[in-house]
């Protein structure tokens, strides 16, 4: 879990004290989990803005709330508070936010993240080229955008079929295909011509 400093909490409670915002607190949440671009946040919380899944976590000053799909991975995490020349700097450590932690009942999203970032991107850099979730829509329809040597390559068609959408429908429960948003005109990285 979370632990949040003592010189953190006294610098978060000035934060919070002046939005002027009665019950105002924090929450704690990690973008692309389990993923090479995992970044930890802090956000202001104002009453209303946690959601019903949210950990709530209570500090003498504040509350905050713990994204319940993030708690996998904040494990070890520290919020610390260091006094410098400058004034001072607020430092988030997960060392496991980008350590694939998915499970059966992961969100949709962090298990193709987690095959696109663990599975296909490792065989798609042999060419310079990158696959990413832009994001999921209906039907469980996953929207990839490629990138690198995959941007106007000749045969990011078959990529897109054979390897990506295959790979991913298989390892993914849930997921019943890809589709493309790659401006595929600009050629001028492509693998393939």
């Known amino acids: 879990m979370v632990t949040i400093t003592e010189p953190a909490q006294e610098y978060l409670a000035e934060l919070l004290k002046k939005q002027d915002c009665e019950g105002i607190g924090i929450r704690v949440f990690i973008l692309d989990p389990g993923t090479p671009k995992a970044e930890t946040c802090i956000s202001f919380c104002r009453p209303g803005e946690e959601k019903e899944e ?17 708690i996998p991975f904040l494990e ?14 607020l430092t988030i450590k997960a060392p496991n936010s980008r350590l694939p932690k998915i499970r059966d009942d992961s969100p ?9 970032y663990n599975e296909i991107n490792p065989s798609l850099a042999s060419h310079g080229g990158v696959v990413s979730l832009e994001e999921i829509v209906e039907d469980s329809i996953a929207v990839l955008k490629f990138g690198g040597g995959c941007q106007g390559c000749g ?13 991913l429908v298989e390892n993914v429960p849930g997921l019943t295909g890809v589709r493309d948003v790659t401006d595929h005109s600009n050629r001028e990285n492509a693998y393939f011509q």
């Open 54 to 70: 949210d950990e709530q976590k209570s500090y003498p000053h504040f509350d905050a709330w713990l994204e319940q799909r993030s």
């Open 76 to 89: 070890d995490a520290v919020v610390d508070y260091a006094k410098d020349s400058m004034g001072g700097q």
């Open 155 to 167: 045969m990011v068609d078959v990529t897109l079929k054979e390897g990506v959408e295959k790979t």
């Open 108 to 116: 949709l999203e962090d298990r193709i993240n987690y095959v696109l």
